[in-house]
T-cell receptor, first 114, second 114 residues
Framework: KQEVTQIPAALSVPEGENLVLNCSFT??????LQWFRQDPGKGLTSLLL?????REQTSGRLNASLDKSSGRSTLYIAASQPGDSATYLC?????????????FGKGTLLTVNP | EAEVAQSPRYKITEKSQAVAFWCDPI?????LYWYRQILGQGPELLVQ????????DSQLPKDRFSAERLKGVDSTLKIQPAELGDSAMYLC????????????FGPGTRLTVL
């Protein structure tokens, strides 16, 4: 059974700081990995999707890397802003035969202080 | 921009009552997912549809939960009777029928059972 762990559970940083969120997974036979953002009481917004054949993806100030063999991914946020405050969730897709299954971590709660 | 629609956004009910949630996926998305997210946890899959067929309902508490997608478009998730432990965010997501399987989430329905 796939298990996804995110460290740290919570992170508080001053505005302008660069930061890294970590995600690890136990079964390296994944199809892809997604990073999501969730604001309090809201749904999930997809930030980046990395295919299993890729090493990284970039979007604006966000960069996600994937090391499938070691079961790890990182989300790098450059020049953090108060508007980045949210919970960041990592999720991996495994295949159960013809069915794709997404398994989530518990998330990292990020607070960026002005 | 196409979005996944859900209603209601909030629902308060008493235990033993019946509740129903509705989801309209992004047009053209063949796969639809219902997730349950308990506060402080990542979402967990309840049921997955491919068109109108259920492909995974292994985590759906079938004694009280039911889900349908009769015409392969919108979907309804029902709980009867609701229990205190059902209080959670119920998220709907959809994806195209592809190996990339990027999932797009709706805003969710926050259920409170009193």
């Amino acid at each position: 059974k796939q298990e996804v762990t995110q460290i740290p559970a919570a992170l508080s940083v001053p505005e302008g700081e660069n930061l890294v969120l970590n995600c690890s997974f136990t079964d390296s036979a994944i199809y892809n990995l997604q990073w999501f953002r969730q604001d309090p009481g809201k749904g999930l917004t997809s930030l980046l999707l990395i295919q299993s054949s890729q090493r990284e993806q970039t979007s604006g100030r966000l960069n996600a890397s994937l090391d499938k063999s070691s079961g790890r991914s990182t989300l790098y946020i450059a020049a953090s802003q108060p508007g980045d405050s949210a919970t960041y969730l990592c999720a991996v897709t495994n295949s159960g035969g013809s069915n794709y299954k997404l398994t989530f971590g518990k998330g990292t709660l990020l607070t960026v202080n002005p | 921009e196409a979005e996944v629609a859900q209603s209601p956004r909030y629902k308060i009910t008493e235990k033993s009552q019946a509740v129903a949630f509705w989801c309209d996926p992004i047009s053209g998305h063949a796969t639809l997912y219902w997730y349950r997210q308990i506060l402080g946890q990542g979402p967990e899959l309840l049921v997955q549809f491919q068109d109108e067929s259920v492909v995974d309902d292994s985590q759906l508490p079938k004694d009280r939960f039911s889900a349908e997608r009769l015409k392969g478009v919108d979907s309804t998730l029902k709980i009867q009777p609701a229990e205190l432990g059902d209080s959670a965010m119920y998220l709907c997501a959809s994806s195209m029928r592809s190996s990339y399987n990027e999932q797009f989430f709706g805003p969710g329905t926050r259920l409170t059972v009193l």
